[in-house]
């Protein structure tokens, strides 16, 4: 089960006497980072909390806001967090699909944390040393060797979609991640020259489970 900090997760303080719980939205079912809520995915539980703790969450007596988007993987039975939801319009990172061959590194699932790397080929002219928040500049560098370069820290898995195929060896999947708005150039960019783009579990981030 993922950990989540500063989360409450159903049944954990659940209780059923009249009068001495509050009804709060919890997660129906594992919900991806970056993917919108539906009514279908929420329901109403009621719970024993302190007023500092229930403010932290979202109350039943609140409409789920049309176009609520989740910026962190929630487990199912958590209850909603208002710091990990927030309006489509709001929203700043973008999800991009990579298509990733051969077998995933264990630790990037749904929900789960990654860095993002991407290995220039030694023609592109793009140069290693870019800030991870943007695209990256510079003169090419003389090296025969694909050149290393990190383009994002801990960003989200939204999704994972494995694929296979009839031939050996071509397996793979498209993995779906939430990246900072800054990140989409050079990560498009690497997609465009057929770079090669790997996905660095973070430890300690397993993602939300079924």
């Known amino acids: 089960m993922a ?4 989360s409450v997760v159903l049944g954990a303080r659940t209780v059923q006497a ?6 709060v939205w919890a997660v129906a079912g ?5 993917s919108t809520l539906t009514a279908a995915q929420l329901r109403v539980v009621q719970v024993s909390l302190d007023a500092a703790t229930g403010a932290a969450y979202v109350p039943a007596r609140e409409a789920p806001a049309a176009g ?6 929630l487990s199912a039975g958590e209850l909603l967090p208002r710091s990990a939801v927030t309006p489509a319009v709001d929203l700043v990172d973008r999800a991009v699909s990579l298509p990733m061959e051969g077998a995933l590194p264990d630790g990037v699932r749904t929900g789960a944390l990654a860095d ?8 592109t002219g793009v140069s290693v040393g870019a800030s991870v928040t943007g695209p990256a500049t510079g003169p090419a560098t003389a ?8 383009l994002a820290r801990a960003v989200e898995v939204v999704t994972v979609r494995q694929r296979s195929s009839a031939l050996a060896g071509s ?15 050079p990560l498009l960019r690497a997609l465009a020259v057929d770079a090669e783009v790997v996905l660095v579990p973070v430890p300690g981030s397993e993602g939300a489970t079924s």
């Open 116 to 123: 993002v790397w991407v290995a220039w080929p030694a023609d």
């Open 143 to 150: 090296s025969a060797q694909p050149r290393p370069e990190e």
């Open 18 to 23: 009249a009068g001495a719980t509050t009804g």
């Open 171 to 185: 397996a793979g999947a498209d993995v779906e991640v939430l990246v900072p708005e800054g990140v989409l150039p």
């Open 68 to 73: 609520w988007v989740a910026l962190r993987g």
């Open 3 to 6: 950990l989540v900090l500063g």
């Open 30 to 34: 594992p919900v991806g980072a970056g």
